[in-house]
């Protein structure tokens, strides 16, 4: 039994469900006119930035469309299915397109609700917490469905129109082009945006709070604005495109997966499972996001921290993505190994939030042990902080290695029942595996701009001068969306790596695919399912595949490198912009006159823009050429050793940077004590060596660690559709 | 024609230098009575470490060989070759042992003598800096003509017992015990001993000269002399450890990948050929020694900087290396492709002298960025030192990349004349490539090693008041030391790298000897050459393997953190026993009663001998339990990813390390201006933030990062000798 139709029938669902959140939100009171005028210069700045960034990264795009049509058409490969060099070439580059743009919007759309939802945040905080986090969790809501739901749509779409219905082993292979687009845009936007707001974060505070001595986000600094602009390109833009990306590639991967098993059932509901699952998962998280924010008993209840109604949301997602997958399961797949499958996906999801709330939240030993070294000083900070972060790239790599075993081992049972071999059947297991973490992602997606929404708010209630209660208020949501920022990175880098082994497995389908092509045989003969094991067996004792490995790794380092250093250089041009301004215009410091916040918001995209480009060349170009000069295996090595040296990477960036991001909050509440029972806050001597800490940090874990995570899957997409180049 | 006569030749004339050498040393003046007061404190402190460390690494080195050899024992799987089970456990017990026991000797008495030569060095450097720099330089060589000469006669001593001169093709890998014994042990003492050292370091810096204000080696500090020790314990004689073992690894990897081209030509030279070419490398290294402390124009000249007679030495001594190669080469392999190879090993060696140089001297724009990012505060400077230790991680990569696919173009050339497959001839080029980088191993030990003895010296001339003219010459010549410490490191990890891709191969090739075994099928047979090329392809498609590969990853970051963290715990059991010195000792500030020196080394050395343990039995547990839990292909993996991912951690540590600690010489030399021109020297806040970027650095490139390169020794041999377990 099909069920096929479920899937334009829930992204439709998503979008009306988005239409209805927007509406709900901006129909709201937008507050005094001190916050509207704050918010407006935030939404004028963000829109500037975004404006320009798309338009270079269009242009990008367009230029490398161009260039992979023509590569791609210039291999008349796929002389099977009769789709032959020019038309395969021009396919791959609209599939490029149409992602990229796709891509575009789902970060565009969703900036623009969350940079209106910000204001009204803080206007609803005057009435109380539970209005705010409804509002704040609402407007999140709009980029996360937005995200999935035209993921979805999309994918469905291009399916569709190369020939999904008549040629289904195919077309999953025809738009792969689509998650390369998409990979493409949001590793730019993601850079961009990633640097735009670490930069003006750590400039504007150094040439603010340590020269002039004016305290955070206030009004004469030049920079104030651009740090809260970069909130918003960086975290809701950036992280839009980034997951937009992530869910696009993981979907067609799981298709391609599903290739293999329709070749010997001839079932097509095995290339179609992936999109009906996530389908479900996200009409189930529709079900969770409403209830989190409008249901009396589950909603924010009097007196309660904020985060309880998100776990309680996110529990519910988790239950009703199990019984959905029992249903999708059984009435498509027909075998319960399956399901198991899925169920280990959605545990590890469950357990990576437990792993990022083990190491970045104040409760436990890491961030403790931070806060401790701050006693001595900036250096036993750092130490300790990248201690830490070494420390927990551990269990993340158990839990997932547990997991890939597991499904693996699951979707094996199910081989002989098939007839496929049990590594098939298998590989399809981890891909089960992974659809089910990706079920509550609309959920998760939604917590996370949660995060700049309510960071925002709080700037504005603190620009407008809003009264101390409010800000208290705004100040608990704070510290939640700190909360949900760093959990749904370790989810996302969860899922990465859960999906590393998916689409590393569907790049070797392709390269077996191409291979079989060439031979001009069918997949199913014997002659065909010799070149498929040929091309599934890498020889990691080849000299050529193990310096692929080699230059996978050095990649990954380099190019966060690349990105942290980016930090650096537009933070010292933010510094020297609002110096300029505190000497040129008079009477700023008194008042008098306000600074020129457009210019530095102007400098500081400049600064961005030309910054992103060097890691973002790097990271298109090398693999290419990686490929080209040392083949095919040599290429998965890359795939292999770069993703996982990415997921530990980012792991060691995201959660080391959180930990110490919250031993500085933690020290600033006022709770922490030295070995003598002393309380150590804001202005000890461990207050001073936190905020170094904090600083490293910083570029870590919103520039350098979310830009890896984009990397190891812009390396996925464009292995797999550049495969034909590098036989 | 069989040169391997050469090897306990040289192996003899390497003692016999070393023994002149210790008694031309040991001869020279002791210095004043202050001087001779100071030294014998500092040998008493380092001995009694030594004694204890080395009796808790003999109980854990007893236990773990019956461990192995009961495990060994129990698989009768040489059946082929007559030795079974219970012999071939004990044979491989037996030579865990004897490796265990040269490379502890070879550290032991290498820093018996280093201890012994820096007090003369200290007296020297009365008469100048040429004498001193030639003491220096000659106390270090008996460090390394003894490591390499003891490995060398070790495995050819061992070899020959176990029948290398009659089954030439299995004693190579009846040996391999030997090096995992010598890793087993280089781990263990590099690591107490790299904790110890920057504990103590670290720990009576923060309690004297930011607690107490006073300065830095002076007598009245308790921890003074632990300081003084653990330069001693740490880069000595953890350091001689090392590189026995790695030595001792990389003959026995590439005797292991000579008996696929014995099984061919039936001609054992091929087996000795890595020992005659190591063999004449050490006296080609002994040559430029002498040359470079004796010679007349070649030794340092008035008014010369120190490193330059070193790089006139080190050039001699390429030379005639590549010399010796091509003798070697046309005399045993009779084939000049093998030749070039080596050749590209040779200028592999020059090129991370040169690599290293850039990122870690002020000349360049590595450091000078560290420097300029201290102007900005503690944070910058932090952040622009991880960049450029995560920078270079890609030219070395690169470097190693384009040597190995060099050197396996080259080999492969010589494939028809000799009869077996390209892949074979291949593997073995590169295998010469790494010996031909090895072969000027004992003169950069020798270099290493001068580095502690003269910052011993330089403490010792300190300590005992000698006039201000004699520290001028030290210093110049611990700024050197500085420089030849970084260039080794930098030169252990290239050639780490690069035979890694041997000692993977000899993996392969063991798990192919091992399964021809169970078969019970000669190695050259029809079906033997089938086995051989099944074991040489593992496949990165199967889930475990993947896994396999991420574990291999974790470990290293976790490894390293519990490193590093065992630095930050020591160190504070030290400031505390100062703090309680200060307290109840009276007198100690004014010079009245001396500090309990001895009771400060006690407490450093329990602390460090327990923080040794719990990184070191993850290293050995970690890839035995992964192997035995995802078998032979998954263990491939995990020693691979593992191998890759510590030399990238360990040149990031390295040389970010050393980027730091020379961005804060480079401000102390007062030759750095900000950007008005303006001197920031000492004392100034560059200063103050480049010091803690030196804090963050000491652990990473004295404790961590070389720590990481035995362990990756260290997952070599491991697998190597327990590879019938995992099949």
């Known amino acids: 039994m099909s069920l096929i139709w479920i899937v334009p029938v829930s992204g439709v669902l998503a979008l009306l469900f988005v239409a209805y959140l927007a509406w709900d939100v ?27 960034q798309y338009l270079t990264i269009a242009a990008l795009a367009v230029v490398t469309a161009i260039v992979i049509g023509v590569l791609v058409g210039a291999f008349e490969t796929f002389s099977e299915t009769g789709v032959v060099g020019a038309q395969l070439g021009v396919q791959t580059a609209i599939a490029f397109l149409v992602g990229a743009a796709a891509s575009a919007l789902s970060g565009i759309i969703g900036m623009f609700v969350a940079v209106k939802s910000n204001v009204r945040t803080a206007s609803a905080a005057r009435k109380g917490v539970g209005p705010a986090l409804a509002v704040a969790l609402r407007g ?29 082993q195919d077309a999953p292979f025809l738009i792969v082009g689509m998650g390369f687009g998409a990979s493409f845009v949001a590793l730019f936007a993601q850079l961009g945006g990633g640097i735009y707001t670490k930069a003006a974060d750590v400039g504007s505070d150094l040439v603010g709070k340590v020269e002039a001595g004016i305290p955070e986000d206030d009004p004469r600094n030049a920079g104030v604005i651009a740090d809260l602009v970069g909130d ?5 833009a950036g992280r839009g495109a980034d997951l937009f990306e992530s869910t696009v590639a993981e979907n067609i991967g799981a298709m391609i997966l599903g290739v293999a098993i329709f070749s010997a059932t001839k079932n097509p509901d095995w290339i179609f499972f992936p999109l009906v699952v996530r ?3 996200l009409i189930v998280s529709i079900i969770g996001v409403w209830v989190t924010t409008s249901l009396p008993g589950m909603r924010l209840n009097e007196g309660e921290a904020p985060m309880n109604p998100m776990f309680r949301g996110f529990a519910l997602t988790v239950v009703l993505a199990a019984a959905a997958m029992y249903f999708v399961v059984t009435a498509l797949l027909g075998n319960v190994f399956f399901f198991y499958a899925g169920v280990v996906g959605l545990l590890t999801s469950v357990a990576f939030f437990i792993i990022t709330m083990y190491y970045t939240d104040s409760r436990w030993r890491p961030v403790q042990s931070i806060a401790n070294a701050s006693l001595r000083g900036a ?43 049990p590594y098939v059947a298998g590989v399809f297991g981890t891909a089960v595996a992974t659809m089910g973490m990706l079920m509550p992602a609309a959920f998760i997606l939604a917590m996370d701009t949660f995060g700049p929404i309510v960071d ?3 700037g504005i209630v603190e620009m407008s001068g809003a009264p101390e209660e409010i800000r208290k208020g705004t100040d608990a949501l704070d510290a939640a969306g700190n909360t949900t ?31 079989q092509a060439v031979a001009n045989v069918a997949a199913n003969s014997a002659q065909g399912q010799q070149i498929w094991t040929i091309a599934h067996t890498v020889d990691i004792g080849k000299v050529e595949v193990f310096v692929g490995a080699m230059l996978g790794a050095a990649l990954i380092f380099l190019f966060s490198s690349f990105a942290i250093r980016a930090v650096s250089h537009v933070a010292e041009l933010i510094i020297d912009e609002v110096r300029r301004q505190f000497r040129e215009i008079p009477g700023i410091m008194e008042y008098k006159n306000k600074p020129d916040y457009a210019k530095a918001v102007d400098i500081t995209a400049r600064g961005a823009l030309r910054a992103m480009i060097l890691p973002g060349v790097l990271a298109v170009a090398a693999p290419i050429v990686v490929g080209i000069l040392l083949r095919a295996e040599a290429e998965a090595a890359l795939l292999m050793v770069g993703t996982i040296t990415g997921i530990i990477l980012a792991t060691v960036m995201n959660n080391g940077g959180g930990a110490w991001d919250n031993a ?9 004590r030295d070995e003598k029972g002393n309380v150590q806050a804001k202005k000890s001597e461990a207050h001073k060596a936190a905020v170094v800490g904090d600083t490293v940090g910083d570029p870590f874990k919103d520039t350098a660690g979310p830009s890896v995570h984009v990397l190891i899957k812009l390396l996925a997409t464009i292995t797999l559709v550049l495969a034909p180049l590098f036989i």
């Open 26 to 52: 901006l129909r709201r009171d937008a507050g005094t006119t001190e916050m509207q005028g704050v918010a407006a210069t935030i939404y004028e700045g963000a829109v500037a930035f975004i404006r320009r």
């Open 140 to 168: 999140g809501a709009v980029s996360g469905f937005l995200v999935v739901g035209l993921s979805l749509i999309g994918v469905f779409l291009m399916f569709t129109a190369y020939g999904g219905f008549t040629q289904p």
């Open 232 to 236: 918003n390109v960086g975290d809701c």
């Open 279 to 281: 389908a479900l998962g």
């Open 379 to 421: 250096g036993p900070n750092i130490i300790t902080g990248l201690a830490v972060g070494f420390e927990n790239t551990a269990a993340p790599v158990i839990a997932v290695g547990v997991a890939l075993i597991a499904s693996f081992y699951l979707g094996s049972q199910a081989a002989t029942t098939l007839g496929v071999a």
């Open 456 to 458: 925002n708010a709080g």
């Open 485 to 515: 920022k760093a959990l749904t990175k370790g989810y996302a880098i969860g899922s990465a790596a859960l999906a590393a082994f998916l689409l590393f497995s569907a790049y070797l389908d392709k390269v077996a695919a191409v291979r």
């Open 664 to 672: 500085k909050k933690y020290i600033e509440s006022g709770e922490f």
